[in-house]
């Protein structure tokens, strides 16, 4: 069961990149649009616990890293979503989180690879934003994240949760 979960999982990171990176930039806020991958690796991360998030925000920073319309040095997005599954995953510790709980740990993770990838290529001089841009970048990627949490976080939980029911976190 294990093949059969690893691969629904990374055939929902590649329907979600393919949303993100096709429909979404027609519904871009700001330029900015919503990480579906992002809310994917949450969604693993709060049915499945850290280890398998971590894993799962590895393959999908590193699809968002190489995928086109890539304009950074690739290794960041994989780096914030691996952090994000860990940390994800470390603060679910209930069995079934509440919807405030999604909703609050949907913003935090938002908020942590979003700053991740922001300060990286800081670090790295990709492309140079001043630090206010970056804080808006980070709010306006938050609030988006926040609006899809309620339409993408149930489907996603409930793909990981009937696909192995007894090993659910």
């Known amino acids: 069961m294990t093949a059969l979960r690893s691969l629904v999982a990374v055939v929902a990171i590649g329907v979600a990149l393919v949303l993100q990176v096709s429909v979404f930039p027609h519904l871009a806020w700001q330029g900015i649009v919503p990480n579906l991958c992002l809310l994917v690796v949450v969604g693993a991360a709060l049915t499945r ?5 971590a894993v799962l925000g590895f393959v999908a920073g590193v699809a968002l890293d190489l995928a086109p319309p890539a304009d950074h ?5 994989a780096l914030a979503l691996v952090v994000v599954g860990y940390v ?3 603060v679910s510790q209930e069995a079934k989180p509440t919807a405030s709980a999604v909703v609050a740990t949907v913003a935090a993770s938002s ?19 001043a630090i206010p841009d970056l804080l808006q970048v ?3 990627a938050v609030l988006w994240d926040i609006l ?4 993408v976080l149930p489907l996603v939980m409930a793909m990981f949760h009937r696909l192995e029911p007894a090993r659910a976190a």
């Open 49 to 53: 616990g850290a280890q398998s998030a």
């Open 88 to 90: 994800a995953g470390r």
């Open 73 to 77: 040095v690739a290794g960041r997005w």
């Open 148 to 151: 899809l949490t309620p339409f």
């Open 111 to 129: 908020f942590i690879g979003t700053s991740v990838f922001a300060i990286s290529g800081l670090l790295l001089r990709d492309p140079a934003l």
């Open 138 to 140: 980070i709010l306006v």
